[in-house]
């Protein structure tokens, strides 16, 4: 599989896609300026207890106070906080967390009162960015990831991850962080740390303990709220957690994000450092890379996929509801039920490259098309696990209920990603919306296929807009000349300069006009619910 990463830089935002064969599967967007981010460590204060929710909440500047839950402490917690007050008290020389001994653990069942008091200063780090009307979540059980390694201060356990499937190996990288770790610091051994030697992986680790330092450091001088630990740049971490040897190319347009990327790749992969290329076309390079397509046709309420068939996707404040619709597909399948399953199969396909795509998480509930057989649904609920195992985010599927639902839990950490893809209409200036102008070529594709294959109509005469017939006969190979060629039908498209920019219509051979309104035009699922709650009524 071929994997590449296209970076797009511009005065506000950096946008980071991941491709796969071409085909886009993660976009991630980060404001320039934006703070609060996932791994960020702050000085700050507690503002209240809430015993009630064993919790506090803890002012980090952001405009909604933080929240820090009693089992977020760590269990370290009594060591951590005597470091701090050492650490924080100018006449005492800064502490060492290697010569700081390790107090009993607090309780695990005991409450914010105990262990907390409004005004205290505390070391926090976010866990969680802000979301919707809630600020950011908190733990004071300090980790600093690296590409090898995670770095836990006040710990004293090795632990590795469980796709490092050998023993040997396992037992391997065990010894050797045993004898390059500082005391009564724990690590987390990752999976990209398989097979390296020990001079890659000391180099690490004494780099996280720097950071840690200077962290420290500035700990002392700094007047709460501040920040004094920053997360590496989206770019940087994104890389950090997805980069392999397999990597095909890493493409960026700015000049100073290449040279952060090059440097971080000539670090952890020298042999590889010419994967990184510097764009300096005049195209856009999500155009060149065609992804401001793909960005198109992906986002928004209704997302089309194989044989006409199509998801809607509904987010709510609680959770994300996805409905599979079969649309006005061809039958192919012999009878109902292998539709149903074939159908639902490609739609867990798309589901699960959604929930990447779009970084969905919380709760998010499936409703596929109704199958009788249990054994269909079996082999739909293996194949989503299937689809979701390279899934980065941790999650968790249960089995479809009886009413044809599939509930997803998905870990949320940022807000999930939600473009705008409809346009303000050129002919009102704004007062309505279009769709996409991008994908209107693909539209009327999409009905051309199904005047010829589903309505079975022969000669009929399409009519758009000047414009869009011109762009559509441009060149000796154009865009009509290969629809014709490949629906091997005769049809004529005709410029019309009644119709708007978007606007085209059909006439048959006898002067009539042809409604190609398919299900997905008309509404959304509105019939195919009502058939459904009917029939599991009829059920019960």
């Known amino acids: 599989m071929r994997s590449e990463l296209i970076v797009d830089v511009n005065d506000r935002e950096i ?122 979540r908190l733990t004071t059980e300090i980790t600093l990831t690296g590409r090898y390694m995670v770095l836990i201060p006040f710990s004293d356990k090795i632990s590795i991850s469980q796709k490092i499937k050998t023993t040997e190996e396992k037992m391997r990288l065990r010894q050797l962080v045993e004898s390059i770790r500082p005391k009564n610091f724990g690590v987390i051994i990752r999976t990209s740390a398989e097979g390296k030697r020990v001079a890659e992986l000391n180099h690490e680790m004494k780099s996280l303990v720097k950071y840690w330092e200077d962290a420290v450091a500035k700990a002392r001088t700094a007047t709460p709220p501040a920040l004094i630990y920053e997360e590496e740049s989206r770019t940087v971490g994104v890389l950090r957690d997805i980069f392999s040897p397999n990597f095909d190319g890493i493409h960026v347009n700015d000049p100073e994000i290449f040279e952060q990327i090059s440097n971080y790749v000539n670090l952890i992969a020298p042999e590889r450092k010419d994967i990184v290329k510097l764009y300096k076309d005049d195209q856009p390079i999500f155009d060149k890379f065609n992804i401001t397509r793909q960005i198109k046709s992906s986002f928004g309420k209704t997302v089309s996929f194989k044989s006409g068939a199509y998801l809607i996707i509904e987010h709510t404040e609680a959770l994300h509801v996805i409905d599979v619709n079969s649309g006005n597909r061809s039958k192919a399948a012999p009878d109902q039920e292998s539709n149903a399953l074939e159908v639902n199969m490609n739609a867990a396909e798309e589901i699960a490259r959604q929930l990447r795509l779009r970084d969905m998480g919380g709760i998010i509930v499936v409703d596929f098309i109704d199958m009788n057989k249990a054994e269909h649904r079996q ?77 079975n109509i022969k000669n009929f005469k399409m009519y758009v807009h000047p414009f869009v017939d011109a762009y559509l006969k441009k060149g000796i190979l154009s865009v009509y000349r290969r629809w014709q060629m490949q629906l091997g039908h005769k049809f004529k498209i005709l410029p019309d300069q009644s119709l708007a920019y978007l606007q085209y219509r059909v006439i048959d051979s006898d002067g009539k006009e042809i409604d190609v309104k398919e299900e997905k035009d008309i509404s959304s699922s509105a019939t195919k619910n009502k058939n459904k709650a009917k029939n599991r009524t009829e059920e019960e």
């Open 15 to 136: 946008s980071i896609a991941l491709l796969e064969d071409t085909r886009l599967v993660s976009l991630q967007k980060e404001s320039r300026d934006s703070s609060y981010a996932v791994g960020n460590i702050y000085v700050a204060k507690v503002k209240k207890l809430m015993p009630g929710l064993n919790a506090a909440f803890i002012n980090v500047g952001y405009d909604k106070d933080a929240f820090l839950h009693y089992l977020d402490l760590g269990s370290q917690f009594s060591s951590f906080t005597d470091f701090l007050t050492k650490v924080l008290d100018k006449n005492h020389p800064l502490p060492s967390v290697s010569k700081s001994p390790l107090l009993p653990e607090i309780d695990k069942h005991g409450t914010v009162t105990d262990v907390l008091q409004q005004g205290q200063e505390l070391m926090v780090q976010v866990v969680k960015e802000p979301i919707s009307s809630k600020g950011p």
């Open 379 to 455: 082999k739909l609920y293996d194949h989503m696990r299937e689809l979701m195992a390279n899934d980065r985010a941790r999650h968790n599927i249960l089995p479809l209920s009886k009413f044809g639902l599939m509930q997803i839990t998905r870990q949320r950490v940022r807000p999930a990603m939600d473009i705008v893809t409809s346009e303000p209409c050129p002919s009102c200036y704004g007062k309505g919306e279009v769709a996409s102008s991008l994908l209107f070529t693909d539209t009327l594709n999409e009905k051309l296929h199904y005047i010829i294959n589903d309505l």
